[in-house]
């Protein structure tokens, strides 16, 4: 049975720092693994989504990495903004989606 | 794209009241739909899922039910509710088994 765990599961830091959000994963025998943002109330926004042919996928200051051999992945975030403020959840897509409980990130001006 | 239709946006229900959640999805055909539900303090719990029209499978065991009348048309249902049916509930969709999964904006269930 698959299990995603996220680390941390809160994160504060002053605006403009990069930062990494951490994702595991226990099967990698997966299709693919996707990030996503969830602010409050809202449902989950997709950020990247990285095959499990790929290593890394990028969209602005986003970069997500994946190494199956060892079942994790890495979202990087870089100079960071209050806007970034939010819930970052990352799925692990064996058929079904396994969600990770999510990283609670708070930018601070 | 897809984009991802829920409604309504909030609901407060009576214990022992019926539900219907309505989800509908624009921009593909013949997609795979997904309700969740993200109860506080916890992660998404995957409730059912379908492949084509009246295909449902079940993820867990409990009082909701789920239906699929039409190609991009997914209903989540309960006969009575239960205090702990309470949460968020969200609906997905994708179009294949490795293509990104895009959310609705979810309803939120408040069952007193």
């Known amino acids: 049975k698959q299990e995603v765990t996220q680390i941390p599961a809160a994160l504060s ?3 403009g720092e990069n930062l990494v959000l951490n994702c ?6 997966i299709y693919n693994l996707q990030w996503f943002r969830q602010d409050p109330g809202k449902g989950l926004t997709s950020l990247l989504l990285i095959q499990s042919s790929q290593r890394e996928q990028t969209s602005g200051r986003l970069n997500a990495s994946l190494d199956k051999s060892s079942g994790r992945s890495t979202l990087y975030i870089a100079a960071s903004q209050p806007g970034d403020s939010a819930t970052y959840l990352c799925a692990s897509n064996t058929g079904k989606l396994i969600f990770g409980q999510g990283t609670t990130l708070q930018v601070k001006p | ?3 991802i239709h829920q409604w309504p946006a909030t609901l407060v229900q009576p214990v022992g009241s019926p539900l219907s959640l309505e989800c509908t999805v624009e921009g593909t055909s013949n997609p795979n739909l997904y309700w969740y539900r993200q109860a506080a303090g916890r ?10 029209i009246g295909q449902i499978s079940s993820e867990v065991p409990q009082n909701l039910s789920a239906s699929r009348p039409q190609d991009r048309q997914f209903i989540l249902s309960s006969k009575k509710l ?3 049916d309470s949460g968020f509930y969200l609906c997905a969709s994708r179009t294949e ?11 939120r269930l408040t069952v007193t």
Not at chain 2, 97 to 107: A, I, Q, Y
């Open chain 2, 1 to 3: 794209s897809q984009t």
């Open chain 2, 82 to 84: 239960l205090l702990s």
């Open chain 1, 13 to 15: 830091v002053p605006e």
């Open chain 1, 24 to 29: 595991s994963f226990t099967d990698s025998a």
């Open chain 2, 43 to 52: 992660g998404l719990q995957l409730l059912f899922y379908s492949v084509g």
């Open chain 2, 97 to 107: 088994m490795d293509s990104p999964l895009h959310f609705g904006n979810g309803t």
